[in-house]
């Protein structure tokens, strides 16, 4: 078989590896399996990023962009099994290729759908509440998020060559801005091939994706302040390229996921024999051998009572015995090779730096059988202790990238959060307990020093996700140690490639800004009702006045006896002027609620379908007998849902004879196209 | 008058200028004012603010550490004179002073209040949705934020001695992590005189606030992944403080923010004039003689439509040739001096470098009058203009700072866009228009330059805040030449000393981690109506169930009958049932809501004092005549808001006879103590 010819893809072309490729080789059998390093015209991939591929993608909506996101998942989701075969040469196995390919894709779905669900069908996102600059309200402040007007620069680790280019495209490609893509060329002819897929498909907008395989050259060099780095990978290398001066001389974001010293801490309710305890077993176990224990949120230092030490250890170790080291295309194999011979040499090395401070109570290479050890970068877990957590140092400062862990003795939560913090910061810490107290506890006590805790018991059960896997919804990365970014996490990852921006001015030029209606911009009332109007028809301002409407007691008193809510401050005069809140008897909320629905609707059929919802009701002045209530209904926000369907939100208030507002909400209705 | 020893504040102690101690000369008249420079022990300082700040600030709950923000606004507010005093010295005149001063007050009660309004009561911060992570809802996920376990360090800039300190330091103390500030040692005798205050106000817990008047030495070097460096001043320093080994080893937090060049741009709707015209004149030589220009907000590069550029510069000369510059003690100067000699120094090499590429059309320091120019920093304000911005390269990257500022012409919007852009970010810039469509196309052409868009009208009128001011409730900050760094913007800027974590877990664990109930958390009812128990009685959780009632068709005709909402989907079976969401005649969502509150309503008096509001109701299914309903209210969570009382919000379930739920809200009570 011939090897692959790992191509870059820049400024539209491939571009074939050249002279002084690299020779790629299986991690399982060392055989040559690809070739790598292309001479690139860098400056002309960043003018290509720039020029055609930001433009075309900031001519897109979030909606758009999302929903090019999900035709690409299910694209790539079909072709699944190519991916997988080419991933037996890394090391993987079928159950590590779910984690990598699987889950990249499942990453490409859950941004199309947060993408649609959670931004606006426009260009402007907008972040947070107005805020109340000014007295009479004619200058207010917003803040807006708009897509940089750069590139971003992915650079991926070796361990998930796909799901590391998926997770970081993603947020990026929503965001509207181009990215070219780095993988490690140890594992990229797979990186490489889920990326031809996706140029395949047709689907994405020439210059948005690029590929760099082999070096990135004076790429770096030439990045300015709209343009962002995002690094997964060792945390000398992010330290290397985060210091480079042209970065810091243009404040270039730099984004970085590094490997760290992740902790699971089996809680002090843990009793062996506990549901907690068996899942805690389980979860170390799998986190050691899962991709070979090359994660970089894989558990490096496991945290157990004292008392239950020895139990944990040959409970592990049990565990550990059974598990098959051999052929990932082997079904029976639990775990296979590491990505590489050099990559098993630097973890070798680093476990002889671990144990000059522990003690190694299983691993032990020479028992491999079945598998050709010297030309196929296998290796045993291996699992260590140490009865001295405090003394010890490199424990908490190396760490060996591969199937190794150490088992460290606690006395209380206090020590046991003590010796988490040694980290000086994690990707993800994880705690097998039950009691609320101590979650709480690990969350004051630690939570600062860790990007994501992760609890698991006997309630989560067989829905918890692992401790092992970032998931697109919530925030991958970590402080200090881990480097001290953050990626994914819903619509904050998508923010990383775009800028807020304060905005203040009018209502008015706010409401122009973000297409939504805000107090105090414009309106304009029509002909027709606005129920009258199809979804395309209506635009933020549009308004309705209706009423007028008397409450009078006898509405209240039949109000309260139709639907029981017999509060006294409805119904006792005496008893209601007690009340620090009351002037005397006032009408129901939703009493006032019903009647501005009975002033405003529009009853016959029409684009109206349904109300479906309501937000932010507040009632800001008792309504007390005889008032005169009327009710203003305005557009305040479209959003697309499908070609049949929209939603309208509309901003209601209610006044009353005085024109002081008594109530004010949005109101959620769908509406037909 | 002898010279102010300029003390630093160290691990508890003052410490005095020692040998070697700088001193420190007046702006307006060169003599000897202050000294500055002691010897500290910074791993001291850092370890007192680590061991003794951080513990007793976390202690405390936002509400708590919010509390002490407003009494410390009160008292220095009370102080205010003798700050105006030291302040002439710097060369601020009054109105200079109220932006330092006073802005610097403001900002803290800004903080006390949003702390109070926007943060719980607790020490665990909850941020955004729960994000469902699998089908039965066990294990869910929510992002929390906690406290830095570290250190703050502020670098302000000489320009704003009180306001630079203060605005850094408010949302720090809200986080509950230590500070220690290191002024500029030019007007450092300001701001230790202000600090002396606050330490003198008895309000602040020990170590929580340090001064460092001189070198901060090796601090910067003893960092780690748990502290803040948040830095203001020039980009050259930015870069070299932030390219330390230490800081990029240890990912430690920087957060820059730097002078860059503003543009101000008068719309191509704004004729001369208009009130957008005149608006702009006025603001842009407040800009430019504000605190002598040396704001890092002041406008830089003055954009005006061609046509419009010669009126621009004739209406601003003849405002710049009637300002005062002088003493500025004196009630008729405008403009008082610069900061000192060197400072004048260096604003008139850099206005040379940019008299290289635009001519100088006002700005003759011979003319300056009744000012001792020799031993005061004054200088004239100086307008440039030139005819080719596009061919200009310093005027868009060299920044003189202080009163200078440069008239570019643009062909049409798009061009006036390019033209702000070649600043390469900024903090600020400004757009004076009347059309929505202008503002629009900024943000999306130049938004994602700038941390601030600026837009001011006739709408806008008395009430616009100025370009050149930060509010609290707005970013601060900006991309690329500007840093890259956001401050305040409310509660966003509390969370750049905070840690974000990825909590997941089940229902009941995050409800103990939050203190709000989440559904699927545990409930429990207890033997009285939760309506009887007082505030302090109630914790989240606590639950009732009420009901069941019928829902009937009668009830529905006669709630049509009675509000007047006679929507065909209540009325109309036949027309119901063509509603691709209604099965048939259904009941009306306020029916709904009304009903629950007849069921659960306790309607004698008691704690509950009113309903004052309802969030996120959705109506999950529809209700058709004849089913029975019933209400599940829990509380999820509890906010005192003085001595009196405090607010509970409700999570409300409405369900059928089938137990599917129909309806589901939050609801809002005023609960006495």
């Not at 002084?20 to 991690?27: D, H, N, V």
């Not at 990598?100 to 941004?111: Q, Y």
């Not at 990007?451 to 998931?471: C, Q, V």
Request: charged share 25%.
């Amino acid at each position: 078989m011939s090897t692959i010819p790992v191509e870059s893809f820049a400024a539209g072309r491939w571009v074939a590896p050249g002279e002084g490729a690299l020779t790629l080789k299986s991690a399982t059998d060392g055989r040559d399996v690809a070739r790598i390093g292309s001479s690139l015209d860098y400056a002309a991939m960043l003018d290509h990023a720039r020029r055609v591929g930001g433009p075309a993608l900031r001519a897109m909506t979030f909606h758009e962009r999302a929903h090019i996101l999900k035709a690409l998942a299910q694209y790539l989701n079909e072709r699944r099994e190519a991916l997988y075969e080419l991933s037996y040469d890394t090391g993987a196995t079928k159950a590590d290729s779910l984690i990598d390919i699987d889950g990249g894709v499942g990453t490409l779905f859950v941004f199309a759908s947060k993408g649609r669900r959670e931004l606006p069908d426009d260009h402007v996102y907008v972040d947070g509440a107005v805020e109340q600059l000014s007295r009479s309200g004619s200058f207010i402040g917003q803040h807006v998020a708009t897509s940089l007007k750069g590139v971003a620069v992915h650079i991926n680790a070796f361990n998930f060559p796909v799901w590391g280019m998926l997770e970081k495209l993603a947020p990026t490609f929503l965001a509207g801005v181009p990215a070219i893509v780095k993988p490690a060329s140890q594992t990229a002819w797979l990186t490489h091939a889920c990326f031809r897929m996706m140029i395949g498909s047709g689907l994405l907008p020439e210059g948005s994706v690029q590929l760099i395989c082999g070096s990135t050259g004076d790429l770096l060099d030439r990045l300015g302040g709209q343009d962002v780095v995002s690094f997964t990978g060792s945390a000398a290398t992010a330290a290397m390229l985060r210091g480079k001066e042209n970065l810091l001389r243009n404040s270039v974001r730099f984004i970085a996921e590094q490997d760290s010293l992740n902790a699971s801490i089996l809680g002090p309710d843990a009793e062996p024999g506990s549901a907690e305890f068996d899942c805690f077993i389980r979860e170390v176990h799998r986190e050691m051998t899962a991709k070979a224990g090359q994660k970089c949120t894989a558990i490096r230092r496991v945290l157990v009572p004292q008392a239950h030490r020895d139990a944990v250890v040959e409970a592990l170790v049990a565990r550990l015995d059974k598990t098959v080291v051999g052929d990932p295309r082997d079904e029976a194999t639990r775990m296979g090779a590491l990505a590489s011979l050099d990559q098993r040499e630097d973890v070798r090395a680093k476990l002889a730096v671990l144990e000059s401070e522990a003690r190694r109570v299983f691993g032990d290479d020479s028992r491999l059988s079945g598998v050709d050890a010297e030309r196929g970068a296998f290796m045993s877990p291996a699992l260590l202790t140490s009865d001295d957590p405090d003394g010890a140092a490199r424990l908490h400062e190396v760490e060996a990238f591969g199937p190794v862990s150490t088992v460290l003795p606690y006395r209380d939560l206090d020590h046991a959060l003590q010796i988490a913090n040694r980290g000086e910061g994690s990707l993800v810490a994880s705690v097998f307990t039950h009691e609320r107290d101590v979650a709480r506890q690990v969350v004051l006590g630690s939570g600062a020093f860790h990007g994501r805790l992760y609890f698991a018991n006997r309630d989560t059960g067989k829905e918890a996700t692992g401790h092992g896997s970032p998931l697109p919804h919530m925030v991958h990365g970590g402080p200090g140690r881990a480097g001290g970014g953050e990626e994914m996490g819903g619509i904050r990852g998508v923010m990383h490639y775009m800028q807020r921006t304060a905005i203040q001015g009018s209502p008015d030029l706010l409401a122009g800004i973000t297409k939504r209606y805000v107090p105090g911009a414009q309106t304009r009332e029509g002909e027709r009702h606005p129920f009258r109007l199809r979804f395309g028809e209506l635009e933020s301002g549009m308004t309705l006045w209706a009423g007028p409407r008397e409450v009078t007691l006898q509405d209240i008193e039949h109000f309260a006896e139709f639907t029981g809510d017999t509060f006294y401050a409805h119904m006792d005069e005496e008893a209601a002027k007690a009340n620090p809140f009351f002037p005397g008897r006032v009408a129901h909320g939703y009493l006032i609620l019903s009647f501005a629905a009975g002033m405003f609707v529009d009853p016959d059929p029409g684009p109206v379908l349904a109300n479906y919802g309501l937000d932010n009701l507040r009632f800001m002045k008792p309504v007390e007998p005889g008032a005169e209530l009327k009710v203003r209904l305005t557009v305040k926000q479209k959003t697309r849902r499908n070609d049949d369907y929209g939603e309208v939100r509309w901003d209601v208030g209610v006044y009353d004879e005085t024109d002081a507002q008594v109530a004010g909400y949005e109101l959620l209705t769908m509406n037909a196209m």
